[in-house]
């Protein structure tokens, strides 16, 4: 979804039949209006899980909108970041609204989910790894939020336990921070082999957000991408 400079994306699976986010934007990405003509035009009644790959704000914000009138069922966030003051405020979020927020997936997330176990600016960092049903020769979806650096992008791909990719299927891949260039090495695009790149960034944001370098590399490796500043807003959802 076009959040603006954040990241969040919906999840459908026909496989079990369950609706989820990835991340959810910043607070102020849109209304509670909009957020709920989003739900309606989708059919979707309630969320069965939430996964936030850190508490950033552009990228957990967007529940304060959502948590009065959406059924949540469980937010995962990696350790220790409910003791932080934003995991304190969604605690008290779930609280208020009657959903569970937990460290770590279990018993909430069907997809494969990873966190490195550092301290310090994004050095907690979650990243998921989604094998979807529905698509003709499947689907899988690999988000490392905003992981930084080689070594930290390695550790989150070898703890999803990645493997090569099927020939029949299509993997898409979400540029780690939103495009920075001290993320997505060749060395990474390389061992994720994606066959679309997805960018989650704000039209003319003030990061330079996705960086030349991080397009550059794409391009060298003549990997097609799709951008949220370019594909549309809130209310439209990529195929």
């Not at 919906?10 to 496989?15: F, I, K, N, T």
């Not at 994720?192 to 003319?204: H, L, Q, R, T, Y």
């Given at each position: 979804l076009?959040?603006?400079?954040?990241?969040?994306?919906?999840?459908?699976?026909?496989?079990?039949?369950?609706?989820?986010l990835i991340d959810a934007g910043p607070e102020r990405a849109a209304t509670s209006a909009e957020w709920l003509e989003l739900f309606a035009r989708q059919r979707m009644t309630k969320l069965d899980w939430v996964v936030l790959t850190h508490l950033d704000e552009d990228h957990w914000g967007g529940l304060k909108k959502i948590a009065p009138w959406m059924q949540i069922r469980c937010v995962v966030v990696p350790g220790g970041l409910l003791l932080t003051p934003h995991?304190?405020?969604?605690?008290?979020?779930?609280?208020?609204w009657g959903f569970r927020v937990q460290e770590g997936p279990q018993g909430c997330f069907f997809g494969q989910w990873a966190a490195l176990g550092g301290v310090g600016r994004n050095a907690a960092m979650a990243g998921v790894w989604l094998r979807l049903g529905g698509a003709k020769n499947g689907l899988e979806y690999i988000?490392?939020?905003?992981?930084?650096?080689s070594r930290a992008e390695t550790t989150l791909l070898r703890s999803l336990g990645l493997g090569p990719k099927r020939a029949s299927t299509l993997r898409i891949f979400k540029l780690a921070h939103h495009g920075s260039r001290y993320s997505n090495s060749l060395e990474i695009l390389r061992q994720?082999?994606?066959?679309?790149?997805?960018?989650?960034?704000?039209?003319?944001n003030p990061y330079g957000h996705p960086d030349v370098e991080s397009l550059s590399r794409l391009n060298d490796l003549k990997m097609s991408w799709k951008a949220t500043f370019s594909e549309g807003g809130l209310k439209k959802i990529a195929n």
């Open positions: 076009d959040v603006g400079q954040g990241d969040a994306a919906l999840v459908w699976d026909s496989r079990t039949q369950t609706a989820g995991g304190r405020e969604l605690s008290s979020l779930g609280m208020r988000n490392l939020g905003d992981a930084e650096g994720v082999a994606p066959d679309e790149v997805w960018i989650s960034a704000g039209f003319n």
